[in-house]
């Protein structure tokens, strides 16, 4: 079992110690410029988060006040994060993806004071987002602005020289979700429940201070957070940070991670972009090669980044079993875990015991079981202290003995493994009166490798179709007329075979290929890449009836109806995307 949590696990006191006892060992790397590369030791890292703790005291603001962190993964996100818990306040990470809308309502409704601002998706909306009022410091990656310069705080500011500690039941921090279902909502937790899970994933896991990790999913995301963040400021070890998607590979390979975290719609880009370069009935003979099939598992995981990862961890979303066992035989380390915004990461497999399909068992001091009507309840010491100025939201959230209620059907076996089976609110009954649960077939139908993501509808009909998004390699083949018609066949006989494996009521009737983009952009999913499902639902319920006229098992988006006239043209209005949401 894990050691008792102290108050020496807590954030603050395992910086103090790496400044003391690490002060030249490297903890960040950053790269800028087109491939120029910036390190931090503990004691630089120390001496800016001192200087910018000073800056904050200074404000006088009252403890607790709640500042903020818009940007893209950095290390001056790091740096600030523990600057604010230094200083006494509580950090608010927004998502660099989100809409001017949704920026203004995190910071209005977390009444913040303060803004730390770097690189965004939206620049532009970013700042309107931002009250003109409000205290802004820009990090060197920021887009020009009028706000106060990181560097010029640096250098003007005295650093604390104290080193003031937090109570285990201090909040530390505000998450808002990324609103798959709605209006995102403000989780607080307390620096208790950092620390303990920390501590947890580093004992189940056996981590050390030689640890390296790239850090490129958002950190105002639980997985990225947690596993990032709070893990290397407990073990005190390395993080690397990525530049963009056009640098990624370059910055993995640089990094040579030993842990590795993902969620599924990248794992699986990632194996799509193996199969560009080496056709999937290709590498399946050479797999069955035994001396080759060795020398190709290599050669894949290097060109990854991946072959010095000793575990690699995927959530967010469920993971395909198959995906999940494709990257098992290249030699990954690959487990599926489980945890959410209001509870942290409470489930993952122990290395010796992954059972594909599940999440793993629940980590030490977790707590979870089954309600009358199969809804996963999790109690532990990581529970939220409950939603921001939401306490009727609150007191839903829990039973009467303290399980948080995760909407989420389950089933949990003997040994205590998870599987996790769909999210009860995203469950439809078809007009047979029978439910679905879209999730699982959405799983199946993403190991084709044309297929980039999927939905699963059909609430009120006889049978559930799905909506699919191809990748981008297979959209510009299906601009070749013997190609797409190869790819009809191709996904059909997935349809089919998927088909074999459900219950009648569950069997796909025809697949649907959207035109697409699903993106953050857009508003269609989620910072973490989940699919927004309601919207996508409201986005292409204008198209079913003509979709299924067609009585055929593939449609396209795009294909004109028999009269010539496009899909799009018998939408009188397009379904307005709410990036509240």
């Excluded at 006040?65 to 509580?90: E, F, H, P, Q």
């Excluded at 530390?172 to 979700?177: P, V």
């Excluded at 599987?419 to 439910?435: A, D």
């Excluded at 993501?453 to 297979?474: K, Q, R, T």
């Amino acid at each position: 079992m894990m050691r008792i949590l102290t108050d020496d696990d807590l954030p603050l006191q395992c910086i103090y110690r790496w400044e003391r006892e690490r002060p030249q060992h490297i903890f960040l790397t950053q790269p800028f410029d087109g491939g120029k590369i910036r390190d931090w030791t503990w004691s630089q890292a120390m001496n800016e988060v001192r200087r910018i703790a000073g800056y904050l005291k200074a404000q006088n603001w009252e403890p607790g006040t709640r500042v903020a962190i818009l940007s893209k993964n950095c290390a001056w996100w790091i740096l600030a994060d523990l600057a604010i818990w230094m200083a006494g306040y509580v950090s608010v990470p927004v998502y660099p993806s989100l809409k001017a809308q949704t920026v203004r309502q995190i910071l209005d409704h977390s009444e913040a004071k303060a803004c730390f601002l770097g690189a965004t998706d939206e620049s532009e909306a970013t700042f309107q987002g931002i009250p003109s009022t409000m205290v802004s410091v820009g990090f060197p990656t920021a887009p020009d602005g009028n706000y106060t310069d990181w560097d010029s705080l640096i250098a003007t500011s005295a650093p604390m020289l104290d080193s003031p500690t937090r109570q285990m039941k201090d909040l530390a921090t505000i998450i808002y979700t990324s609103g798959t279902t709605g209006t995102p909502k403000g989780v607080m937790h307390a620096f208790e429940a950092l620390a303990f899970d920390a501590k947890t994933c580093a004992h189940v896991f056996k981590m050390t201070a030689d640890q390296r990790i790239l850090s490129y999913l958002p950190l105002a995301h639980v997985v990225e957070r947690m596993g990032v963040e709070v893990v290397s400021a407990f073990l005190g070890s390395r993080i690397f940070f990525t530049e963009g998607i056009e640098t990624f590979l370059t910055d993995l390979q640089r990094a040579r991670p030993t842990l590795f975290l993902s969620v599924p719609r990248l794992l699986l880009k990632f194996q799509q972009g193996v199969y560009t370069k080496l056709p999937k009935e290709k590498l399946d003979k050479l797999l069955h090669i035994p001396v080759v099939n060795r020398l190709i598992k290599r050669r894949i995981l290097r060109q990854l980044g991946l072959n010095t990862a000793r575990l690699a961890a995927c959530g967010a979303a469920p993971l395909p079993v198959e995906i999940l066992l494709w990257y098992r035989n290249l030699g990954l380390e690959l487990v599926e875990g489980f945890g959410m915004t209001e509870t942290w990461i409470t489930h993952l497999p122990s290395p010796d015991a992954v059972r594909p399909g599940y999440v793993g068992s629940a980590l030490p001091g977790v707590e979870a079981k089954l309600s009358d009507n199969g809804e996963l309840l999790i109690r532990s010491p990581m529970n939220m202290l409950g939603y921001y100025k939401d306490p009727q939201g609150t007191r839903n959230s829990f039973t009467e003995d303290g399980f948080f209620r995760t909407g989420d059907l389950a089933q949990i076996e003997s040994d205590g493994q998870l599987k996790l089976i769909g999210r009860v609110k995203e469950q439809f009954k078809t007009s047979k009166g029978k439910y679905v649960a879209p999730a699982p077939i959405e799983g199946r139908l993403l190991t084709h490798p044309a297929i980039e993501a999927g939905c699963l509808m059909g609430a009120g009909l006889p049978s559930p179709f799905a909506v699919i998004l191809l990748s981008e390699e297979a959209r510009k083949r299906s601009a070749d007329p013997a190609a797409k018609l190869a790819l009809e066949k191709s996904l059909q006989a997935q349809m089919e075979q998927l088909n074999e494996q459900l219950d009648p009521h569950e069997r796909v009737k025809f697949l649907a290929i959207a035109d697409g983009p699903w993106t953050v952009g857009n508003g269609l999913v989620t910072p973490t890449l989940k699919i927004k499902r309601a919207l996508l639902e409201a986005r292409y319920q204008a198209f079913i009836d003509d979709w299924k006229d067609r009585n055929s098992p593939v449609v396209w988006e795009s294909q004109p109806l028999a009269s010539g006239e496009p899909y799009r043209a018998r939408v009188a209005v397009e379904t307005p995307v709410r990036h509240s949401d």
